[in-house]
Each structure stands twice: as structure tokens, then as C-alpha cells.
């Protein structure tokens, strides 16, 4: 892939290119992102956090495409 996305215990995550450059700003989550994951095909990103939520973003725009507040704990890890 050509794009770097991190997650931050400020609550977003960010998709970066490969030259350094900030593509987009995920902000959604109200605490401390722990994991993120491309699907295999690469145009969504999985993250989670410590606000008990899973969101799954449009790496090409950045939007929210669906969000899972069903969990009981702070969610540490994501898979597809």
C-alpha cells in the first residue's frame, strides 16, 4: 500500500502518505485508540479504542462508515 495509518492515545487516527505528508484525520473515538486494520482490499480502515467502541473508516475520504458501541471493556485489538 501507498498509506501509513496510526492511531493515538489522543483519540484520532491519522492516515499518512508516503512522503510524510498527513492525508486525513480520523476523529471519532473518545479516548485512546489501541489498534487499527486495513481490510484486504485497502479502502477501510478498522480501529479501536478505550471508549468501548470499533469504527470503520473510507480511507479515501476519512468518513465514518460504522460505528460498534456494543462492547463491555476498552477494545485492545481488531481483525477482519
Known amino acids: ?3 501509513l495509518a496510526t492511531g493515538s492515545y489522543d483519540g484520532y487516527a491519522r492516515i499518512w502518505k508516503t512522503d510524510g505528508r498527513l492525508a486525513s484525520t480520523l476523529g471519532q473515538h473518545k479516548g485512546p485508540i489501541f ?3 486495513w481490510n484486504k482490499s485497502g479502502n477501510y480502515i478498522l480501529s479501536a479504542g ?3 467502541t470499533t469504527i470503520i473508516w473510507d480511507a479515501s475520504t476519512g468518513q ?3 460505528q460498534f458501541a456494543f462492547h463491555s471493556a476498552p477494545a485492545l485489538d ?3
Open 50 to 52: 478505550v471508549d468501548k
Open 35 to 37: 489498534a487499527l486494520k
Open 1 to 3: 500500500g501507498s498509506l
Open 64 to 66: 465514518c462508515t460504522q
Open 78 to 80: 481488531v481483525d477482519w
